[in-house]
């Protein structure tokens, strides 16, 4: 068979019209093995889930197995270094967060990625939808109270996170920077317990995932303040998002996303791109990942770059200010 034009592949693969996997892995070439993903993050957690439900879709229409190790520690920088160190032949793909590729550079002296250098992106996978909560006797019914009743009362407020420099911590502090609220920080050794402590009430509010505050929330024993991503989602379409209440500008959005190793074939990266979008674009897909409490996105490469330089522009600036250091 001839070989692929790479210029014809490039344009086509700019419209989203890549040739379909099946034809490619006819012609012998990728893929024609399993492909392995690394996931530096802790099974059943919301990012796992997401790229669970997407690989098992692919693993369908590309042909091949697409087995996941977790392979969590160290905040996932042993398994990202591995993706990293990966060969680059579109066998070995990494998982990633928004917190590896646009907080953790920020936090530590030194990682051993870079997140613009050692990968090749592929596609967004989901958004994790994240909202303010506060403890139902905490007498604020939203964003503009809670930071009016911090400010009248300073030092009476404290919000719990899963440690310095977890997404909750960073998410407060990008509040609190850009409201001047008033509240005390407590970390916790992992996000379980600090949610359950809100739940109880004793700490009074921080920010968490919609699926895991939606039971208490319904119970009445913590109340929904306001969406911290910039869309609100579909999961509570009635709560507005915290830029929507008056904070102009505030975004904060976990995401997971797929990568290659850099220096993978860009016809190889096409083809994953082109897959992982498609299966994302399929409603019972948007169907399956909106009931786990995520929010389908996709995309293309560019696009999350994009986002990624954004994410790491506007979290270092934060980092910054709120002196967080991990190592």
């Not at 190790?69 to 993706?83: H, M, S």
């Not at 997971?256 to 674009?281: C, Q, W």
């Not at 293309?300 to 250091?325: C, F, H, N, S, W």
Request: proline share 7%; aromatic share 6%.
């Amino acid at each position: 068979m001839p070989a692929l034009n790479r210029r014809q592949f490039i344009t086509t693969a700019a419209f989203g019209a890549v040739l379909p996997a099946r034809a490619l892995w006819a012609q012998g070439k990728y893929p024609n093995r399993p492909i392995q993903i690394i996931c530096p993050l802790q099974a059943a957690s919301p990012s796992d889930v997401a790229l669970r439900a997407v690989c098992e879709r692919m693993t369908v229409n590309l042909g091949v197995g697409m087995p996941i190790e977790n392979a969590p520690g160290a905040a996932g920088l042993i398994g990202t270094e591995r993706v990293a160190r990966a060969a680059p032949d579109g066998y070995t793909l990494g998982a990633l967060n928004n917190s590896i590729m646009s907080m953790l550079p920020h936090m530590y002296a030194k990682v051993p990625y870079d997140p613009f250098k050692s990968f090749e992106p592929i596609s967004l996978l989901a958004s994790i939808p994240t909202l303010l909560i506060a403890h139902a006797d905490v007498p604020v019914k939203n964003v503009k109270e809670l930071v009016e009743y911090s400010k009248a009362n300073p030092g009476k407020l404290n919000y719990a996170t899963g440690g310095a420099g977890s997404p909750q911590h960073l998410a407060m502090e990008m509040f609190k920077s850009m409201t001047g609220a008033n509240i005390t920080h407590v970390p916790y050794k992992g996000a379980t317990q600090a949610t359950m402590d809100v739940v109880s009430g004793q700490v009074h509010c921080m920010f968490i995932g919609v699926a895991l505050a939606l039971p208490f929330i319904k119970a009445g024993k913590v109340r929904a303040l306001g969406m911290a991503g910039a869309v609100r989602t579909a999961l509570m379409p009635e709560l507005a998002t915290i830029a929507e209440q008056g904070v102009t500008g505030y975004d904060y959005a976990s995401w997971v996303a797929l990568y290659a190793p850099a220096g993978t074939p860009k016809e190889i990266v096409g083809l994953l791109s082109g897959e992982a979008r498609k299966v994302l674009a399929e409603k019972s897909m948007r169907d399956r990942l909106l009931a786990g409490g995520l929010d389908p996105v996709g995309g293309t490469p560019e696009e999350l770059v994009k986002q990624t330089r954004e994410d790491y522009a506007r979290m270092g600036k934060v980092i910054k200010e709120a002196g967080v250091t991990a190592g």
